[in-house]
T-cell receptor
């Protein structure tokens, strides 16, 4: 069962612009995580936000979490061509013993 | 850096073969996971393990089994490969509940 759903499915922007991706989920969570996947490779962990946190920053990444709306957003500022990848949100739902459920991802294309 | 190594990047197997996918992590992580990734479906959890000789079914365990005889190694077994098991298989590990996963590079399995 898919816990997280990302929106949009695909996003194309120019270098230097900001990219925003959204994630909605269905049940209560312990934390929400964002991952990046370059084409044909494994996923790389970007950032984790706990259920009692509302916003978190890491370099050019900003994540927000709204547990009342069961949604999260990932903002990449001043995007670069190297940010081209698929981005996934993953939720650690309460009562599921620390296993993550992933969404279907947003494909981000950053052009020069 | 934690490293998760999957033994093969690409595999081609015949229908009915028994297939072993190996995953090794080098940082003494307790938790290990097997996911499969298919276009439009995101990542789906097959099996996971919280300790040696322990295993738990994920969302899609049918047609698969796992083995964890040593802490660092988690093997996924396709008892009798079928064409609908053609997919990208991703192994991951984590130390504790509130930590991100470290993924291997993936094994792209084709069953013909």
């Amino acid at each position: 069962s898919q816990q997280g759903e990302e929106d949009p499915q695909a996003l194309s922007i120019q270098e230097g612009e900001n990219a925003t991706m959204n994630c909605s989920y269905k049940t209560s969570i312990n934390n929400l995580q964002w991952y990046r996947q370059n084409s044909g490779r494994g996923l790389v962990h970007l950032i984790l936000i706990r259920s009692n946190e509302r916003e978190k920053h890491s370099g050019r990444l900003r994540v927000t979490l709204d547990t009342s709306k069961k949604s999260s957003s990932l903002l990449i500022t001043a995007s670069r061509a190297a940010d081209t990848a698929s981005y996934f949100c993953a939720t650690d739902a309460t009562g599921t013993a620390s296993k993550l459920t992933f969404g279907t991802g947003t494909r981000l294309q950053v052009t020069l | 850096d934690v490293k998760v190594t999957q033994s093969s990047r690409y595999l081609v197997k015949r229908t009915g073969e028994k297939v072993f996918l190996e995953c090794v992590q080098d940082m003494d992580h307790e938790n290990m996971f097997w996911y499969r990734q298919d276009p439009g479906l995101g990542l789906r959890l097959i099996y996971f393990s919280y300790d040696v000789k322990m295993k738990e079914k994920g969302d899609i365990p049918e047609g698969y089994s796992v083995s964890r005889e040593k802490k660092e190694r988690f093997s996924l077994i396709l008892e009798s490969a079928s064409t609908n098991q053609t997919s990208m298989y991703l192994c991951a590990s984590s130390l504790v509940a509130l930590q991100g996963y470290t993924f291997g590079s993936g094994t792209r399995l084709t069953v013909v």
